[in-house]
């Protein structure tokens, strides 16, 4: 009883801030694609958002209540979504390296095309997402209900977090992504084609918002403006994170979670300007920062 | 002689565009009609969308954003003062102009690429501020009903789509004429050289950074103007007018016009959003799937998209291995926008 009421100030805002963990580690799934994109390939992928909308249209459609069809819509997303950015990487081919202007309008235009297809082959109503039945109930966090489906979901996406960040500090591709990130000319000099790794990177970008966007289903569901809505929040999460490290990223999405979510409840009458504000409060602490360390990546 | 001969040409291919342009209204009908207003105030955006890209080196997917916020500025602001329209035309340029003065801390010390990202970042923002502000925007739903204005004091008000019409084009050719006239100043001068070479504007002791937050501010302003517009032809606005597929709409029809060209920019802009206008109403289920594999035709179609063009136009004495030119991102310059 004594802890209960030494908990009630705190009370009200521990779901949202709960809910504000899960949404933030799902953005930085999505957004991790972008800035491997970004960084590694220097391309700005406007078509990110629908590699995520694939994903969740992927569960949406095989998602039964069962695990094996969880396993199933990961297995099938996470392939069509790193077919898709590899589909990307042979689009962008012909085109002018470092001619960023056409490369943002061909991977608009595939984004639009591709949105298309999506709303043609799976209807233009959002769907339904079913999760697995014995995740579907809700789970007893300090006296308040929560839905086990997210509990789980922070569990599984702090364990991507994790491997991605093992991949890359540990492992041969990893350590070609950081090389590429600081001088791409010299792994071209080293014999890696850099077209192998623009298709890697598109592909890798396409795994990790595939997964983001069948795990992800339940909290940002699949519809007409998914894609508009994911490409967004990786794009701030680029701009606040930059693209020095993947802890900065990690802490921006997270951040971007928890206004999102707690930021809402605690100032509704703010919340939409909330995100600029966040944009604003970074710049002015790191001041000059953003734009000299993206000049030295 | 084939310089002159080009001017000329394009010249008169000019003045014939503007006397269609003049007698529209008569030819064609009122939905037409009003359908060429708000193509012409996208054009303006399209401008400073050249402005910014072409001109000033920064390419931009972000000038929906001061668009928008002159469009709303007219409706909610503008029309509560006065139904004068150069009166709601000041407020929604000043509107742009101040949205465009804030976020020049965000965009101006980026280059290349990542101010393209930081613009449509900044965008699509305003589009998500717009759609939850509802006190004051009306949400999703928009503003509708908005009072027809009057051009000047003591004029009538505009009525009618043709006079809609005439007011967008008067407006749009001033201000267009004004943008080309502040080009050829020295301005416009320091403004092409430090896109061309930045690091030896900045030796010789110009300020760059000062220049380009004019040019974006400037550039706001008139996006703003165009926003106004916008209200007056449509007399209705919702944050889908001013979406993430609009800027990109923008920047392909620059793009197609030849970046840095304003009345390139204007026809490109215009054809582009013909075209989807046209599409939309043709093939209502699948118009953004044509628009897109457009998009991805048109990128390999332009002669500085694709590396052919590139192999083409490179001396045949050179080395076969000479290398390419660094990235863009390795200098503070955007290069890719000189080929």
Same mark, same amino acid.
């Given at each position: 009883?004594?802890?209960a009421?030494?908990?009630?100030?705190?009370?009200?805002?521990?779901?949202?801030?709960l809910?504000?963990?899960?949404?933030?580690?799902?953005?930085?799934?999505?957004?991790?694609?972008?800035?491997?994109?970004?960084?590694v390939?220097?391309?700005?992928?406007?078509?990110?958002?629908?590699?995520? *909308?694939?994903?969740?249209?992927t569960?949406? /459609?095989?998602?039964?209540?069962?695990?094996?069809?969880?396993a199933?819509?990961?297995?099938v997303?996470v392939?069509?979504? *790193?077919?898709?950015?590899?589909?990307?990487?042979?689009?962008?081919?012909?085109?002018a390296?470092g001619?960023?202007?056409?490369?943002?309008?061909?991977?608009?235009?595939?984004?639009?095309?591709?949105?298309?297809?999506?709303?043609?082959?799976f209807?233009?109503?959002?769907?339904?997402?079913?999760?697995?039945?014995?995740?579907?109930?809700s789970?007893?966090?300090?006296?308040?209900?929560?839905? *086990?489906?997210?509990?789980?979901?922070?569990?599984?996406?702090?364990?991507? /977090?994790? &491997?991605?960040?093992?991949?890359?500090?540990?492992?041969?591709?990893?350590?070609?992504?950081? /090389?590429?990130?600081?001088?791409?000319?010299?792994?071209?000099?080293?014999?890696?084609?850099?077209?192998?790794?623009?298709?890697?990177?598109?592909?890798?970008?396409?795994?990790?918002?595939?997964?983001?966007?069948?795990?992800?289903?339940?909290?940002?569901?699949p519809?007409?403006?998914?894609?508009?809505?994911?490409?967004?929040?990786?794009?701030?999460?680029?701009?606040?994170?930059?693209?020095?490290?993947? &802890?900065?990223?990690?802490?921006?999405?997270?951040?971007?979670?928890?206004?999102?979510?707690?930021?809402?409840?605690?100032?509704?009458?703010?919340?939409?300007?909330?995100?600029?504000?966040?944009?604003?409060?970074?710049?002015?602490?790191?001041?000059?920062?953003?734009?000299?360390?993206?000049?030295?990546? | 002689?084939?310089?002159?001969?080009?001017?000329?040409g394009?010249?008169?291919?000019?003045?014939?565009?503007?006397?269609?342009?003049?007698?529209?209204?008569?030819?064609?009908?009122? @939905?037409?009609?009003?359908?060429?207003?708000?193509?012409?105030?996208l054009?303006?955006?399209?401008v400073?969308?050249?402005?910014?890209?072409?001109?000033?080196?920064?390419?931009?997917?972000?000038?929906?954003?001061? @668009?928008?916020?002159g469009?709303?500025?007219?409706?909610?602001?503008?029309?509560?003062?006065?139904?004068?329209?150069?009166?709601?035309?000041?407020?929604?340029?000043?509107?742009?102009?101040?949205?465009?003065?804030?976020?020049?801390?965000?965009?101006?010390?980026?280059?290349?690429?990542i101010?393209?990202?930081?613009?449509?970042?900044?965008?699509?923002?305003?589009v998500?501020?717009?759609?939850?502000?509802r006190?004051?925007?009306?949400?999703?739903?928009?503003?509708?009903?908005?009072?027809?204005?009057?051009p000047?004091?003591?004029?009538?008000?505009?009525?009618?789509?043709?006079?809609? @019409?005439? @007011? $967008?084009?008067?407006?749009?050719? $001033?201000?267009?004429?004004?943008?080309?006239?502040l080009?050829?100043?020295?301005?416009?001068?320091?403004?092409?050289?430090?896109?061309?070479?930045?690091?030896?504007?900045?030796?010789?002791?110009?300020?760059v950074?000062?220049?380009?937050?004019?040019?974006?501010?400037?550039?706001?302003?008139?996006?703003?103007?165009?926003?106004?517009?916008?209200?007056?032809?449509?007399?209705?606005?919702?944050?889908?007018?001013?979406?993430?597929?609009?800027s990109?709409?923008?920047?392909?029809?620059?793009?197609?016009?030849?970046?840095?060209?304003?009345?390139?920019?204007?026809?490109?802009?215009?054809?582009?959003?013909?075209?989807?206008d046209?599409?939309?109403?043709?093939?209502?289920?699948?118009?953004?799937?044509?628009?897109?594999?457009?998009?991805?035709?048109?990128?390999?179609?332009?002669?500085?998209?694709?590396?052919?063009?590139?192999?083409?136009?490179?001396?045949p004495?050179?080395?076969?291995?000479q290398?390419?030119?660094?990235?863009?991102?390795?200098?503070?310059?955007?290069?890719?926008?000189?080929?």
């Open positions: 009883m004594v802890v009421a030494g908990t009630n100030r705190i009370d009200p805002y521990l779901i949202p801030a809910d504000g963990v899960a949404y933030g580690l799902l953005v930085f799934v999505a957004a991790s694609g972008l800035v491997f994109c970004f960084g390939a220097n391309i700005l992928n406007l078509a990110h958002g629908l590699l995520y *909308a694939i994903g969740g249209y569960a949406a /459609a095989l998602l039964d209540g069962g695990w094996p069809s969880l199933l819509a990961l297995a997303g392939l069509a979504a *790193a077919a898709a950015g590899v589909l990307l990487a042979g689009l962008l081919t012909p085109v390296a001619n960023h202007l056409t490369q943002a309008l061909l991977t608009f235009g595939v984004a639009l095309a591709g949105g298309s297809l999506l709303v043609a082959g209807g233009p109503d959002d769907p339904q997402v079913q999760v697995p039945a014995a995740l579907d109930g789970v007893v966090v300090a006296g308040h209900r929560y839905a *086990a489906y997210r509990l789980v979901f922070i569990v599984v996406a702090a364990v991507i /977090a994790a &491997a991605l960040y093992l991949m890359v500090r540990r492992t041969r591709a990893g350590m070609l992504v950081r /090389a590429a990130v600081d001088d791409a000319e010299m792994v071209a000099c080293l014999g890696v084609s850099p077209a192998r790794i623009r298709a890697g990177v598109l592909a890798a970008a396409g795994a990790l918002a595939g997964a983001a966007g069948v795990l992800g289903a339940p909290i940002i569901g519809g007409t403006d998914t894609a508009d809505t994911v490409l967004l929040l990786s794009l701030v999460v680029v701009v606040l994170g930059g693209l020095g490290s993947m &802890a900065g990223t990690l802490l921006a999405a997270l951040a971007i979670g928890e206004i999102q979510t707690l930021g809402v409840a605690l100032l509704p009458s703010a919340a939409p300007f909330l995100l600029f504000a966040a944009m604003a409060v970074v710049l002015a602490v790191r001041a000059r920062g953003l734009a000299t360390r993206w000049g030295a990546t | 002689m084939r310089d002159e001969v080009i001017r000329r394009r010249g008169a291919v000019g003045a014939l565009v503007l006397a269609g342009l003049v007698v529209a209204p008569w030819v064609v009908d009122d @939905y037409t009609a009003a359908i060429l207003a708000r193509t012409l105030a054009a303006l955006v399209g400073s969308v050249a402005l910014l890209t072409g001109v000033a080196g920064m390419p931009t997917l972000g000038q929906t954003a001061p @668009y928008a916020a469009a709303y500025a007219c409706a909610v602001l503008g029309s509560q003062i006065s139904d004068v329209g150069v009166v709601q035309l000041a407020v929604a340029a000043v509107a742009g102009a101040v949205l465009a003065a804030l976020t020049v801390p965000l965009v101006v010390p980026a280059r290349g690429v101010v393209l990202m930081i613009t449509l970042a900044i965008g699509e923002l305003v998500t501020v717009l759609g939850r502000w006190s004051v925007t009306g949400g999703t739903d928009g503003l509708a009903g908005i009072a027809p204005v009057r000047f004091w003591g004029l009538p008000v505009l009525a009618t789509d043709q006079a809609r @019409y005439l @007011y $967008t084009l008067i407006v749009v050719a $001033t201000l267009v004429g004004a943008v080309l006239l080009l050829r100043t020295r301005a416009g001068l320091l403004l092409r050289a430090g896109r061309d070479d930045e690091t030896r504007l900045r030796a010789s002791g110009h300020r950074p000062l220049q380009l937050s004019g040019a974006h501010v400037a550039a706001g302003a008139i996006a703003g103007a165009a926003g106004s517009l916008l209200v007056v032809a449509q007399q209705y606005i919702s944050p889908a007018d001013f979406g993430f597929d609009t990109a709409l923008l920047l392909l029809g620059v793009v197609i016009g030849g970046t840095a060209s304003v009345g390139g920019a204007l026809v490109g802009a215009a054809l582009v959003i013909a075209v989807r046209w599409l939309f109403g043709v093939l209502p289920g699948h118009a953004p799937l044509v628009l897109g594999a457009l998009f991805v035709a048109t990128v390999y179609l332009l002669p500085t998209g694709v590396n052919r063009a590139r192999g083409r136009l490179r001396p004495s050179a080395p076969a291995s290398p390419d030119p660094p990235p863009a991102r390795d200098h503070a310059t955007v290069p890719e926008l000189r080929a």
